[in-house]
Antibody, heavy 123, light 107 residues
Framework: EVQLVQSGAEMKKPGESLKISCKGSGYSFISYWIGWVRQMPGKGLEWMGIIYPGDSDTTYSPSFQGQVTFSADKSIFTAYLKWSSLQASDTAMYYC????????????????WGQGTMVTVSS | DIQLTQSPSFLSASVGDRVTITCRASQDISSYLAWYQQEPGKAPKLLIYGASTLQSGVPSRFSGSGSGTDFTLTINSLQPEDFATYSCQQLYSYPQTFGQGTKVEIK
């Protein structure tokens, strides 16, 4: 079964660091980009950025540039989203999702999504 | 950044109704548009990509159309499981922004 499995819910205090993960299975991990999407409570989807696990090529949304860091370890089929210093405003559900790009063509969508990781930041 | 504006933001409909949701882009995005369905407490699910191609496994009552700046998601004969929030996304350029979402509720 093709799936992205994310790490579990986190409760953190302001100023703490955090790294959440997204593990792919059932497909060629390096044939797909991994995107990260934020959904604040009761709000819509926000595109944070995207990483290619093959060479860690990364693009961040200007809204998130400098606030988070993406990384990937292709040997264990896992992508990561990291914060160095969390703020209360980072409280949200975070999704990873994959997008196929190969042979000069890309699927114009995220076709598989992780189940989401809820991050709660509170003192 | 390309802005996507969905309308309406909320709609109330009955089982069996035909529902149309629009997504307008702030600039030409060709056919680089996807539609997603999100049920409460669940991850988004891909319905349509390339503006009009139905994702495998998605019921044929869902259809997408449009190109350039104006796009439409249509649900023919709304079913109980279709009551959810629908979002569009452009993949024409970074950042690959989403619309604000349209919540479809039971009348």
């Amino acid at each position: 079964e093709v799936q992205l499995v994310q790490s579990g819910a986190e409760m953190k205090k302001p100023g703490e660091s955090l790294k959440i993960s997204c593990k792919g299975s059932g497909y060629s991990f390096i044939s797909y980009w991994i995107g990260w999407v934020r959904q604040m409570p009761g709000k819509g989807l926000e595109w944070m950025g995207i990483i290619y696990p093959g060479d860690s090529d990364t693009t961040y949304s200007p809204s998130f540039q400098g606030q988070v860091t993406f990384s990937a370890d292709k040997s264990i089929f896992t992508a990561y989203l990291k914060w160095s210093s969390l703020q209360a405003s980072d409280t949200a559900m975070y999704y990873c999702a994959r997008r196929y790009c190969g042979g000069g063509r890309c699927l114009n969508a995220f076709d598989i999504w992780g189940q989401g990781t809820m991050v709660t930041v509170s003192s | 950044d390309i802005q996507l504006t969905q309308s309406p933001s909320f709609l109330s409909a009955s089982v069996g109704d035909r529902v149309t949701i629009t997504c307008r882009a702030s600039q030409d995005i060709s056919s680089y548009l996807a539609w997603y369905q999100q049920e409460p407490g669940k991850a988004p699910k891909l319905l349509i990509y390339g503006a009009s191609t139905l994702q495998s496994g998605v019921p044929s009552r869902f259809s997408g159309s449009g190109s350039g700046t104006d796009f439409t998601l249509t649900i023919n004969s709304l079913q109980p499981e279709d009551f959810a929030t629908y979002s569009c996304q452009q993949l024409y350029s970074y950042p690959q922004t989403f619309g604000q979402g349209t919540k479809v509720e039971i009348k």
